[in-house]
């Protein structure tokens, strides 16, 4: 008999799962000290620890070149936006000038104006005089010359904050927010866990979603990264490591209870199929839907929600949909009201 895929996906998932929540510790400080003995951690503490020296005298130079700019910046700036100031002030008074005659007096009034030299002090006691088209393009120059030194800074410090991520990444794979009985409560889940299609159905709405038959742990309550379901011995996570991640947005799944929402109304997709992944995600000629790439995952909220104009969702703000009506202010989750 052929194996169906998504029995192959629950075994896989036995396997590393279970191997995953026997490696893992519940979150305290003796335990974070057990995990930072494996010679795994020891390696990326030694790797994570070369970037931060080799980073360190680069770092400090391109910090100090940031700060220099930015002191040369806030002295042209302070001259600058009080002349720019009164500039738009006069421009607004021409435009909206209707005798002819102020208009003109207006009009060499800001000209003059224009002429006038400002004095600016850098930071280095230097002295030098302006006129508002130079201020402004002197200005303009070392806002530009600022954002390329924040780039190098960044550039520098890319491989300490890789580093670093990798070394957080190892702890928050190795150590869950659990108490050591939630995590043998699930192991027990797991051990007695028969292959089963799992899926979720919503008479009202026309819903049967089998997606959680091979993304099993959507709905777990830890965090699960496709490193931590990488097969014993494998170096990159594969297919199915992908697959039995948790969910990204643990909170939007608050809010949008799976039992009452499914799946496929944000991701689209063949929410009964379960015989190959191409068709449960929808991409065969057949289906019409095809489940939205994950970059791509907010163009699902429009379904229901394409009469909002800002969708917020944690600190993430989503794109906005629709100009045409305000959102209600019990969407704006922590922002300011309209
Ligand atoms: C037969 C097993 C299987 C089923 C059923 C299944 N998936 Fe997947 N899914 C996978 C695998 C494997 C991956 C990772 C590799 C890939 O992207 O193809 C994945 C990846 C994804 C991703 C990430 C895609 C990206 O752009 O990176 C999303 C989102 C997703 N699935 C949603 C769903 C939804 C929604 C359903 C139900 C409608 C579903 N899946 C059903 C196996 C499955
Ligand atoms: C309210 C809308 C919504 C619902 C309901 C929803 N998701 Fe998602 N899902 C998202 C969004 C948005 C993302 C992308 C978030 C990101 O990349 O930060 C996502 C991402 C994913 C991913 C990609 C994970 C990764 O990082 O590779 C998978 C797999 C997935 N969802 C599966 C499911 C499954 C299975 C269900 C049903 C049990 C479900 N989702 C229900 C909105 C939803
Ligand atoms: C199947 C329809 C549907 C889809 C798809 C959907 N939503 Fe919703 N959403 C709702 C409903 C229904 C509510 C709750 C009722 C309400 O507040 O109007 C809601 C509420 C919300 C809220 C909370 C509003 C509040 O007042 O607290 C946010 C935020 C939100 N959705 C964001 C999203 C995002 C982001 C997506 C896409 C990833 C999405 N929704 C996809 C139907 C949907």
Redesign the pocket.
């Known amino acids: 008999m052929i194996q169906r895929p998504w029995k192959a996906f629950q075994e896989q998932w036995k396997d590393r799962y279970s191997a995953f929540l026997n490696q893992s510790k519940s979150k305290s400080a003796t335990s974070e000290k057990d995990v930072e003995q494996n010679p795994d951690y020891a390696a990326l503490k030694q790797a994570y620890d070369k970037t931060y020296q080799d980073s360190k005298a680069p770092g400090e130079e391109a910090r100090k070149a940031v700060d220099e700019v930015t002191a040369r910046l806030l002295a042209v700036q302070s001259v600058f936006t009080d002349r720019r100031a009164y500039v738009n002030a006069l421009s607004y008074e021409i435009e909206t000038s209707t005798s002819p005659s102020s208009k003109a007096s207006k009009q060499k009034e800001l000209a003059d104006y224009k002429k006038e030299k400002a004095t600016v002090e850098f930071p280095d006691g230097s002295k030098k005089q302006f006129d508002f088209p130079q201020l402004e393009e002197t200005y303009n120059e070392i806002r530009d010359e600022r954002t390329k030194k924040s780039l190098e800074l960044g550039d520098v410090l890319k491989p300490v904050t890789a580093a670093k991520t990798k070394l957080d990444e190892y702890i928050s794979d190795h150590m869950v927010d659990l108490t050591p009985q939630q995590i043998d409560g699930l192991k027990r889940k797991i051990a007695d866990w028969d292959p089963k299609i799992v899926q979720i159905n919503v008479a009202d709405a026309n819903i049967v979603d089998r997606c959680e038959s091979c993304h099993l742990n959507t709905r777990e309550p830890l965090k699960i990264t496709p490193a931590s379901m990488t097969a014993k011995g494998e170096k990159k996570p594969d297919e199915y490591a992908d697959a039995f991640v948790s969910h990204p947005?643990p909170e939007?799944l608050k809010?949008?209870d799976p039992e009452k929402?499914g799946c496929s109304?944000?991701h689209q997709g063949n929410g009964r199929a379960t015989t190959s992944v191409e068709k449960a995600h929808g991409n065969y000629e057949h289906w019409l839907w095809p489940l939205f790439p994950k970059e791509n995952?907010?163009a699902?909220?429009q379904?229901?929600?394409a009469s909002d104009m800002v969708?917020?969702?944690g600190d993430v703000q989503?794109q906005t949909i629709n100009t045409e009506r305000p959102l209600?202010p019990?969407?704006l989750?922590g922002l300011p009201p309209l």
């Open positions: 947005e939007l809010i949008h929402f109304p944000c995952a907010q699902g909220c379904n229901c929600h969708l917020a969702s989503w209600p019990a969407r989750h």
